[in-house]
């Protein structure tokens, strides 16, 4: 029962990262916190089962489907909604998002009702087994294109132009536009990836979860502890706080009893924030609103 | 924001007798959906019974006329509508909303005015233990939420000799698991666990987890849709396979089997209603019947929530066409000494309102579709068991 412990935590926290991953660079390189991240995730969900249920396409082929959507949808609510009171006061941010994320939710219910969907896939169920511990494979193949993704924006900020334009923006708004990079043009950027990698962990997820309009809210509360433990804006601290985030939830559960997740996790996480404030991997500048 | 609805139904023509009924139920927020369905079944009732020339009331026929309310899905704003419906609107009797947490708030209200009121979706024993005299609910209470289930190992020919019940820590399921437990050391079973999880929580891999190394025969249930959808799943993705799967809620609830698709078959769960019962009953002749009228009507199948309006409509009806009177305490004498069948199953009140005769039946998906297989005297087919392994 412990190693099949350790791996339901170790494939869960996967997904759990990815999830934060969008929502920790937004608040990292433009100081806002997206309380929409939830619906991002959710609107991911719905367009994988759609995708599914109207063209039998495989969830993990729509992925880039559900990333694309998000994208749009990201770019457009930040460069005519969110870059409007991003300037002004955090509280206005938080307001605007979490307005932003009730619509969202509202316009799923009036389109697909809240009725519960699935997506099963001819492989959903079954598991690989190793050694007496069971590993689903849509959970493991989750995991893996969890990372993977993860992998990729890392190398996206570090190797290519876009992506290093965001990290200077977040350095140092001012000095960034000395070097002709337009600090608008990279927070729109910054919010559509963001939310294509919401979209994404919303693929992902609908072959783990029952598909509602309400199911952002229940990631929301783990996306917050994993970005603040991981540190703000690091995409390998997102990973590892996320894992780890993973693996304490399900030990608790073996140890103390499923009621105890959440206290356990939360206590780690206040332990973690008064030694080392700036999170595991963070760094100071990151998570400073200017 | 907030949006009273005020939905008076046909006025009635001078010299006409009127019979006011208030209900105050959930038309938006979190029980929106149910308490959509719940007002959709007391309308029902109200047309029929208009259709019929109205009740008869000791020789006077009266019309029926519903003032409706939203009470927003929050306790304090049905008690404080319940309050106006009756020293405003000054309803004769009152029609419950859904959910026991708000029908608590409504009872004190309607209690202290001594207006009857007919709550079928309110089934949480507490409300029946504190002494009212004016509340009834035709549904059977919450407590006996898995017992038909328990009743059916029962009468299994190789019974199974261990138990697991899982769950949500709220009010509803945890009445239901503590209740289903006690019967099943009754009868002998071995409990070998028993889990509380959080209600909203997005991964039960932990629990089934543990439910596998425990390996029971039987697994009980008794989530809300959200997180039995999830129970299932992760049971098939980590290979728990016990010989009967029984859910106190979800069974009920077409999205549930929807989304499951064929890995729902043979999982079996309580139900208050379906649609090929046979009961037979007043004013709606038996629930095929009603089924086939309320989908003409309202262009969808009726659920339990539905069915359970209706029935609380047809049973004051018989209760005031018995009492002659719509004075309160003479229809509550009425409502006591009433022993008879509706289509929604048996009636028989005790004097804390509480419908002793009412049985929840169990269905289970068969070929994917819902079969009630237990009691055996309304049964539509025999219960598939032990269940096939996950495929």
Redesign the interface.
Known sequence: ?LS??II?GLL?GGLYATASIGFSMVWGVMGVINLAHGGFIMIGAYVSYWAFSHFGLDPFFAIPLSMAVLFVLGYFLQAVFVNRVMRTSLLLSLILTFGIDMILINIVVLVFS?????V?TGY??S?LQIAGT?V?Y??LATFVFALALASAFYLFLRRTRAGQAILATALDKEIARLMAINPNRVYALTFAFGAALAGAAGALASM???I?PS?G???IG?VFVITVLGGIGSIEGCVLAGLLYGLV??FT??VL???Y??VVAFAVFLTILILRPRGLLGQRFFGEIS | MACLLYCATAGAAPGENTLKIGAAVSLSGKFAREGEFLKEGYDFWKDAANAAGGIDIGGQKYKVEIVYNDDESDAQTSARLTEKLITEDKVNFLFGPYSSGIATATAAISEKYNVLTMVPMATADSIYQRGYRFVFCPSPLASTGLLPVLELIESLPSKPGTIAIVGPDSLFPNITAEAARKKAEQMGLKVVYTAKYPQSTPDLSSVVTALKSAAPEVVLATGYTQDSLLLVKSMRELQVNPKLIGLAMSIAVPDFRDSLGPVANQIMGVDYWVPTLTYTGHVVKDSTTYASQYKAKYSKDPTYQAASGTAGGIILQMALEQARSTDPKLVREALLKLNGETFYGKVEFNDRGVNTAAKLNVTQIQEGRPTVVFPVEVREKPVQYPKDAWK
């Open positions: 029962m099949q412990t339901n869960l809240s009725d519960f969907r699935s099963n959903s169920g598991s069971l689903p849509v959970r783990l979860f029952p509602s199911m809210k229940e990631f783990a939830q399900a559960s073996l009893g499923v009621n997740q959440n």
